[in-house]
């Protein structure tokens, strides 16, 4: 027979399941990432709402709890007219180079001071939300940007050199710059990419090209998802 104390802690210990969720730190951060481009016709640009959360650990921890993180918007996409698309993705070949990652790296940025060498990532976004900084990406946070030769095949994807969108749109075209802009929790997201990508379905880790080939089959179109277009809900 289990004793008194036992049964209060074994009691203390169903509690605190639930409410160590509850008592997960959290951060949401609310940013737009715009694309500049020089066009013969002069410049473009086209930008998307995003955000990023965080979590830490529970108050009350439990065994493997490290916190998370993730994201939610749809990739920034530039119109260039005639029918050609420049995107931004959120995320890589196999899910490498995510929009969590880059934005992540873009807050440790020296001239936003937004903290020390010791402090967290949830702190910075904190004081992101306080004090809305603005930067201009570095070539090393660039996401990977892609066009379609035909917008209506998914398999027709391409990569686009940042330093050289003329070898993919012809002379003329250059990236002048990706900047990044803290905006209030209550901006809304960025909806509508799913008009111009007709094809996107409702699972994020469906490939663009859905048909092996090979074992080895390394292509764009093999390596990148859905998820790299839009990710979660906007609301």
């Known amino acids: ?28 951060l609310r940013y737009r ?6 066009t013969p016709q002069g410049m473009k640009t086209g930008s998307s709402v ?6 830490g650990p529970s108050v009350i921890p439990l065994p ?4 998370g993180s993730g994201y939610i918007g749809e990739a920034p996409m530039v119109d260039l007219g005639d029918g050609r698309l420049l995107f931004a993705l959120l995320c890589g070949p196999d899910w490498q180079r995510d929009i969590f990652g880059i934005v992540s790296a873009v807050l440790s940025y020296p001239e936003l001071k ?11 976004m904190k004081r992101a939300n306080e004090t809305k900084p603005s930067a201009k990406l570095g070539r090393g946070q660039y996401p990977i940007l892609v066009t379609f030769t035909d917008i209506n095949e998914p398999k027709s994807v391409i990569e686009v050199a940042s330093n050289d969108l003329a070898a993919s749109f012809g002379a003329g075209y250059e990236l002048a710059e990706i900047t990044f802009q803290v905006v209030d929790q209550q901006t809304p997201l960025t909806t509508g990419i799913r008009q111009r990508l007709k094809w996107l379905g409702p699972h994020p880790e469906t490939r663009l090209d859905q048909q092996v080939k090979t074992l080895n089959d390394r292509s764009l179109a093999r390596t990148l998802f859905n998820g790299c277009f839009v990710s979660g809900s906007a609301k």
């Not at 493997?64 to 916190?67: A, E, F, L, P, R």
């Open 50 to 55: 995003l955000q990023n959360d965080a979590w």
């Open 1 to 28: 027979m289990m004793g008194r104390r036992g049964v209060l802690g074994l009691l203390a210990s169903v509690a605190a399941a639930p409410l160590s969720g509850c008592l997960k730190p959290h951060e949401t």
């Open 64 to 67: 493997g709890d490290i916190g």
């Open 114 to 124: 937004l903290g020390g060498p010791d402090d967290g990532l949830m702190q910075r």
């Open 33 to 38: 990432l715009t694309l500049e481009v020089r």
